[in-house]
């Protein structure tokens, strides 16, 4: 019963921005930190940032200084704030506990293209 639809990906050249959205329904636990995660084509699915309860954030090496990480608890909204974004963030991006305690939705496709 708990849905989880992100939004907000798109085309981008190398070095924009884009925010991603996560919109959340049904229960979800509170015990646990969430996150995005993102796939690219025959890749596996990587943690990339993640935000506690208390609000402290972490990165993943890659974006670490690109990307922002950041809840509105009222809203039930996730959000991801991505600068300088090069070619090798192109996947699609996901949100969910982390660990990962639900299904997974469509998820919103990053490309970072010329």
């Known amino acids: 019963q708990v849905r989880l639809v992100e939004s907000g990906g798109g085309l981008v050249q190398p070095g924009g921005s884009l925010t991603l959205s996560c919109a959340a329904s049904?229960?979800?636990?509170?015990?646990?930190?969430v996150g995005w995660y993102r796939q690219a084509p025959g890749k596996q699915r990587e943690l990339v940032a993640h935000i506690t309860n208390s609000g402290s954030t972490n990165y993943v090496d890659s974006v670490k200084g690109r990307f922002t990480i950041s809840r509105d608890n009222a809203k039930r909204t996730l959000y991801l704030q991505m600068n300088s974004l090069r070619p090798e963030d192109t996947a699609v991006y996901y949100c969910?506990?982390?660990?990962?305690?639900?299904?997974w939705g469509q998820g919103t496709q990053v490309t970072v293209s010329s």
């Open positions: 049904g229960t979800i636990s509170s015990r646990y930190a």
């Open positions: 969910n506990t982390f660990p990962a305690l639900y299904s």
